[in-house]
């Protein structure tokens, strides 16, 4: 997204073909590709790597979901609140929170249970109840005041992302200046 439109802004010659994959280890013996970006540690130590930072989740709702609802004073209330549930082959994903020393995992009331994060977020920006989400993915929805955090005192802890390319692709000068730019803070 961000990164994306970065790159681009610098760089009119250069064609972008985005994806979005469960897992790089399907894909680095299957197609052709000069850089994945991967959001956790690779699965395969054949690639280069390169980390370009960080990314956390947190809770966010609308300002009309709190207008109705109100917020949560502690992790613990979340079971009183509807939430938007990702989850993958039926398994929700932990809502794992820290703040300071302390570490909990909140269990909101499912309201909306999503295979995917685009739905989450349109469930929450539509005020239907607290999501989960990945900082980065609702940076411009925070920025218009769609969504506020939720117990913004809370968050996950940090993911590390990394720039993964073929052994091959080292040295070549579209990725340094990828790389270069994704890693700008």
Known sequence: GAAASRVAAGND??????RLYPNEELLVDHIEFDCMVV???????????????EMAFQLYASPN??????????????????GIVLQESGVPYAWNLRCG?????????PKFRVNE????KYLAVEGLGIAY????????????????????????????VYAVYPPHRRGNARIGQ????LTMQ
């Open 13 to 18: 010659g250069v064609e972008f073909d985005i």
């Open 39 to 53: 959001v956790g540690e690779p699965a395969t130590d054949r690639l280069h790597r390169q980390r370009l930072g």
């Open 65 to 82: 979901f709190v207008a109705q609802h109100g917020l949560p004073q502690a992790p613990s209330d979340l079971a009183e609140f509807p």
């Open 101 to 109: 020393g302390r570490s909990v995992h909140a269990s909101p009331r």
């Open 117 to 120: 994060y685009w739905m989450a």
């Open 133 to 160: 989400l990945p900082d980065f993915f609702i940076y411009h929805e925070v920025r218009q005041r769609a969504l506020v955090p939720v117990l913004p005192e809370w968050r996950s802890g940090d993911t590390p």
């Open 178 to 181: 990828l790389l270069d730019t």
